[in-house]
């Protein structure tokens, strides 16, 4: 999931981003981590946000757009667990 604005990622060779995984019912649910059902992703599989793995990567590193996340919702979890995970 990329996280940075559009600003940096159409003028840096970078974005930011943050890992998803699989996850299922079963599966342990971390404080760091946002619980994404596949109906709001559009993903195959329920997701997890992985804050506690954000990271930067070069663009010639993404092969193709998997989906979207349009969900206010969700994106306003997603950017308090960041803003909680960096205590800002």
Known sequence: ???????????????????????????????????????ATGLEKDSVVMIHQIGTISHTRFVKKMSELILPSYQKKIMNAIKDYFEY
């Open 1 to 39: 999931m990329i996280v940075s604005n559009d600003a940096v990622n159409h003028t840096l060779p970078v974005s930011t981003i943050i890992p998803l995984s699989s996850v299922t019912a079963e599966d342990r649910i971390y404080p760091t981590e946002i619980l994404l059902p596949k109906d």
